[in-house]
């Protein structure tokens, strides 16, 4: 499974890069918004850390606006992947960009039937949000488990990107879905790494090494 980080704060970004885990990222106006900082700039600083796939969103209702800032945003470099939300117009708009040879990801999916359809018009990712679908007492995973089984039945080669990612749990059902991408905001990513045992077992390995006369560090 891809792993990619959910943020807009280079920091994060890099930090993550740094473990030798990342294999892209994506964004959404909130995650900027969150920076403070001027998309441009934020998006270019992504884009240069980042060589493998980085999530744009859109932000027109209308397919002609969804096109129009996807060049924009694909004009920023070549890992860009132009975002845009699971609705009919959203829908012209993947048939065109994807029929031009750029990459999309149709955001804010939230059923399987809305993910056949997104398959269908030829987009490059599918992210439906599991968290949201949580929050309102429907199981986000097994949406998950529908995607991936749809688009297995029929060859569809859209990837499932675990998108609104909350706990390390959902990281686990995820992989076992058979998701092709998860992304994860900054927090759960270092959580995935933690365990007491870990912590517990350096601690005594440290203190006997102490006791160990003679040590070359
Ligand atoms: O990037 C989209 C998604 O991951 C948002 O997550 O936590 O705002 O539902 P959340």
Redesign the pocket.
């Given at each position: 499974m891809k792993i990619f980080i959910?943020s807009g704060d280079i920091n994060e970004i890099k930090e993550a890069n740094s473990m030798g885990i990342l294999d892209g990222v994506?964004t959404?106006p909130?995650l900027i918004a969150k920076t403070g900082r001027d998309f441009k700039t934020v998006a270019k600083e992504i884009l240069h850390e980042v060589k493998g796939p980085v999530s744009l969103e859109t932000v027109s209702l209308n397919a002609k606006g969804m096109i129009d800032e996807g060049h924009f945003l694909a004009d920023l470099g070549p890992n860009v992947v132009v975002k845009i939300p699971s609705t009919t117009e959203g829908l012209k708009a993947i048939k065109q960009l994807t029929s031009e040879g750029l990459q999309t990801n149709c955001?804010l999916c939230f059923s399987s039937n809305q993910a056949l359809l997104i398959a269908k018009a030829g987009s490059t990712i599918v992210?439906p949000?599991v968290?949201?679908l949580d929050d309102i007492s429907e199981r986000g995973m097994d949406l998950i488990r529908d995607c991936v089984q749809i688009y297995k039945n029929y060859g569809y080669k859209t990837e499932v990107l675990v998108?609104?990612?909350?706990n390390p749990i959902h990281v686990k059902e995820a992989s076992l879905c058979g998701a092709h991408i998860c992304?994860i905001p900054f927090a759960v990513i270092k959580q995935l790494m933690q365990h007491p045992l870990t912590d517990a077992g350096i601690d005594k390995f440290l203190k006997d090494w102490e006791k160990v006369p003679s040590k070359p560090f």
């Open positions: 959910d994506t959404n909130s955001t992210s949000f968290g949201r998108a609104s990612i909350r992304t």
